[in-house]
Each structure stands twice: as C-alpha cells, then as structure tokens.
C-alpha cells in the first residue's frame, strides 16, 4: 500500500484504538461522504456527446436524454446517485476545424446547449462561473454545470475572443487538443509547430490570467507546458491527466518532474479514468487488438464503417476482450500524485462521455463516485483530503484565479 508519504501532517490522523471497518461500514460512509461533500469532476463530454446524436437544445420532448435516459455516462439521476455535483461541461471542438472553420460556431453552439439543460430544467441544474455559485447551487440541491473549452482553436487569432468566452461562461480552456493549433503543440502531435507554446499562445495565457480563466495544460506538449510556467501568474490545472508514471512514453500524461513544477506552481492534475491513462497493460491491449482487428478486416476487403464489417467487429471483441484498468488503479494514480507532492495537488477528471468504452471497473458512470471515495477509505484517507480531492484543490485554484483577475494586479 502506497499511503501516505508527506500527507501525515497535512491530513487528519484517525484514532490509534480505532476499530478497522467492515466493507459495509465503508460502502456506508462512502456514500454519506458522497452525498456530503461537493464533487467536482473537470472533465465530462456530455455536450458534444449530445451533438453526436443531434441534440442542439434540451427540450421537455428529449430531455430524458439528461435526466433518466441511462445512456452514456451521464445524466441527472445518475449524477444524484453518485453524488456528483459539479461537472465540468467540455465545450469540446475538434481538431479538424482548425482547418476547415467553424470552430467558434461549434463552441457557441455547445455552450447554448448547456445553458438550455439549465432553462428546461431550472430545478436539477444551473450554470455556475464561480466556486461560490457552485455552493449556492449545492445548497439548493442543484447540479452545476461550469464550463470548459476543450481546445482553444474557437479563439482563432483575435485576443478579445479570451474575454468573450469568459462572457459566455468558459472558465478554463485547454490550449489545444489533438493537434497543434495556432496557440499551443499537441502532446499527440509529433509536427512541434511552435516548440511549445505560439507567441500568440504567450498572449493567451497572460489574458487568461486576466480575465479569469483557468489555463488547462491537459493536451499541451512537454515544451508547451515548461512555456505556460513561464507565463503564467496564478495557478493552471490539467483537467483530465493522469499520471505518465504508470504508462511510460505516453506524453498526453504527466510526468512526475511536471507534476512537481506544476505543484510548485500550486495547480493541480485532475486525474483521467480513461483504462489507457491508467495502464499501461490497458494500453497494450488496445493496441494489439486494433491492430488484429484491421488486419482482419482488410484480409475480408473491409473498412470498420462497411454495415458488413458491424458483425465481425461484434465477434471480434467478444473474443478478444479489452484490458480493463479498476477503481483500484484510479486510487494509485491519487496516492502517486499524494506520495510525490502532496495531497493539495490532486483532484478528479473523469473524461466521462469523452474516452468511450474504456472506463474502468467501477467506475462505469457517474453513479459510482462512492466506488472511489470508498477505495481512498481504505487506504487511510481521512474526510478532509477526500474533500481536498473532490472539489477543495480545484476550488482554490478556480478562486485564486478569480480573485487575480479582480485585483487589477493583471492589468
């Protein structure tokens, strides 16, 4: 058991006569804690998973979609179940209209659809641009929906569009995602267009700063992050990272020598659930097969989208079953970050809605929160670093850089 290097004097200590739970006891307190504290998750795919089925508003005629429908990872009663509170809303765009255009209508299209989950069904959610709203709504037994940009491309190359999108809610943005864009290098894209970060991607994150937006190094290159320091005056997050620890080579994780600048600059990595962000045998078997896969359906003159290759995929994956990571292996990733730096440092990034069949056992939807909360028990968390974890380190971040871009310090 990894726990806990440096966080015995950071955290609370239990009682020395205290009697070990049972698994009852602590699926009991799990859930009380679930439903007690505010979760925040930085990263959930619901909007453009909804677009994907040609959603462009909730309606009372659709809106079981988001409330009950059991589709996807997502959706309101699930969500109360699982006792999450506040997922961020990825206004996901991608990297393809950075090429073709259209990336800022995409976005403002996506943040209209958030906003109309809010309008149909003002009782269940609201939008929250704040930690403090978040709070409010919490009281109010509400589901907030903060917003993320994932990829910067809709800024295209006018800087005021920064101050614009915090205008209609976006509170961090991803620099780029899948490919280099015109601020940031992709850690998926092996062209190192600017070595880094853009000039024009310097003046972006010093705006961010400004105007009150979250950085979100998630997707950036190595260089690109190391840049992002240099720049920045507040703390960022990587809202959906995990760590590179346990998947060597794969860059879209952190590496423990950034998670320690990144701790150094207070921020916080909000870790992936994504099976392949977790494990490396996950990301073999993914591998493996896909490449089994396509060389089986090129042998048969096949692309994967022929309506005749849909019953040769089926058996296929029926025979050769993907590498699931675990809730356990979720927690290793928490006590990785814990060991290294800390327990102010690490908090929640599903990518629920965003990484497909991949999600691991027990953490299936965001019914299952308890899952993980119940596993941090174990291992002798106390209730304040699960609080730490599920929405205080974020919400120190998130108001520190408010607080930085009221100040008039920025100007």
């Not at 005749?308 to 006590?335: G, Q, R």
Request: aromatic share 8%; net charge negative; with cysteine.
């Amino acid at each position: 058991m990894l726990m806990i290097a440096f966080a015995a004097t950071a955290c609370k200590t239990e009682p020395k006569d205290q009697k070990p739970m049972s698994e009852e006891q602590i699926q009991q307190k799990a859930d009380s804690l679930a439903k007690a504290l505010i979760i925040t998750d930085g990263h959930v795919d619901l909007p453009y998973w909804l677009k994907g089925r040609g959603i462009d508003k909730i309606t009372p005629e659709n809106g079981s979609l988001v409330i009950d429908a059991g589709e996807g990872d997502f959706d309101y009663d699930r969500a109360k179940q699982g006792g999450l509170d506040a997922p961020f809303m990825s206004i996901y765009i991608p990297a393809g209209l950075q090429e073709t255009g259209g990336a800022k209508a995409l976005a403002d299209s996506l943040i209209d659809l958030v906003a109309s989950m809010t309008t149909t069904y003002p009782d269940k959610f609201a939008l929250a641009g704040s930690p403090a709203e978040v709070q409010e709504n919490f009281k109010a037994g509400k589901i907030s929906l903060p917003m993320g940009m994932e990829n910067g491309a809709p800024i295209g190359t006018q800087i005021e569009n920064v101050n614009y999108f915090f205008d209609r809610g976006i509170r961090y943005i991803t620099l780029t995602h899948s490919k280099d864009n015109q601020i940031s290098d992709s850690s998926y894209d092996t062209t190192a267009t600017h070595q880094g970060l853009s000039g024009f991607g310097r003046l972006v994150v010093r705006e961010m700063n400004s105007v009150g937006i979250m950085v979100d190094v998630s997707h950036i290159s190595d260089n690109a992050f190391y840049d992002v320091m240099e720049e920045t005056k507040v703390p960022v997050i990587a809202s959906h990272s995990s760590c590179r620890h346990f998947t060597p080579g794969f860059e879209r994780n952190m590496s423990d020598t950034l998670i320690k600048r990144l701790a150094e600059n207070k921020g916080v990595i909000q870790i992936n659930f994504g099976s392949n962000f977790l494990d490396e045998a996950s990301q073999k078997s993914r591998d493996e097969n896909r490449e089994k896969l396509k060389q089986l359906l090129e042998e048969k003159d096949l692309s994967y989208d022929d309506e005749a290759a849909k019953p040769i995929i089926e058996e296929f994956n029926t025979n050769n079953p993907y590498n699931y990571a675990d809730v356990e292996k979720v927690a290793d990733h928490i006590d990785h970050v814990v060991n290294l730096v800390g327990i102010d440092y690490v908090g929640l990034g599903s990518d629920y809605d965003g990484v497909g069949d991949t999600l691991p056992e027990g953490l299936k939807d965001v019914s299952q929160f308890p899952n993980l909360i119940a596993e941090l028990i174990r291992r002798g968390y106390s209730d304040e670093d699960i609080a730490r974890i599920c929405h205080k380190n974020v919400f120190r971040v998130w108001n520190t850089v408010l607080e930085y871009a009221q100040s008039g310090d920025s100007q």
